[in-house]
């Protein structure tokens, strides 16, 4: 199983950097059959736990009061969905070297907003970091560190080094962190070794179809 076709719990998070990662909940973005990880909220608190967006606790209290309220549960849903296509949309665009559209930075300003209302500073062993207000039974809670995320790749100064992953089809999102910045997948044990392999054969089929 690839870490296209895995299932959310195993979802390979290759990204760099949370925002990312979330991003790549989807694979083979722009066909017509894109592979998605995220078909419901549980899909959403799985996928959370394991990016360590949520504890274990948050995550069982999470799916509690999912389950008490279906209804507000699926909008929450359907509201990450559009979010994660608001920032893929923003991060691709940075990556092709594209403008990047104003509707989906009035989109994400607009959620960043809301995010940023439940920030808060926390005191820890050496100094302060940024946290989140108590926010029990929020579901909505789990996007707000995505967003942090986002918003501090777009402004922390390494968007040069954001990448698409160059395999066919994938669409994956990246930083890349290699020193010569040169590197083109999103996973050379995945997308890598399938553009080996289908260099490797059109490689044999020129030489076959020569000698033929």
């Keep these: 199983m690839d870490e296209h076709t895995a299932g959310i719990d195993e979802l390979n998070l290759v990204g760099g950097r949370l925002c990312l990662d979330f991003a790549n909940t989807i694979g ?3 066909t017509d059959h894109p592979d998605e990880h995220l078909t419901t909220y ?3 608190l799985v996928w959370s736990r394991r990016a360590g967006v949520l504890a274990k606790g948050d ?3 999470l799916a509690r009061e999912a389950a008490a309220r279906p209804a507000e549960a699926a909008v ?3 509201q990450a969905r559009e979010l994660r296509e608001v920032i893929y949309r923003i991060f691709a665009a940075v990556a092709g070297g594209r403008p990047v559209a104003p509707a989906d930075i009035k989109q994400f300003n607009a959620r960043l907003q809301e995010a940023l209302a439940h920030a808060e500073l926390v005191q820890g062993g050496e100094g302060f970091e940024w946290g989140w207000e108590l926010a029990d039974g929020a579901l909505e809670q789990i996007v707000w560190p995505i967003i942090r995320s986002a918003a501090d790749l777009l402004t922390a100064g390494e968007l040069s080094r954001v990448r698409e992953c160059s395999g ?3 669409g994956w999102l990246f930083v890349d962190t290699s020193r010569n910045r040169s590197r083109r997948w999103c996973d050379m044990e995945d997308c890598g070794n399938r553009a080996k392999a289908r260099r490797h054969y ?3 089929r020129a030489t076959d179809q020569q000698e033929a």
């Design 59 to 61: 995550q069982e209290q």
């Design 76 to 78: 929450i849903f359907e």
């Design 168 to 170: 066919e089809s994938c």
């Design 202 to 204: 059109q490689r044999k």
């Design 42 to 44: 549980h899909d959403l």
């Design 28 to 30: 083979s973005h722009d």
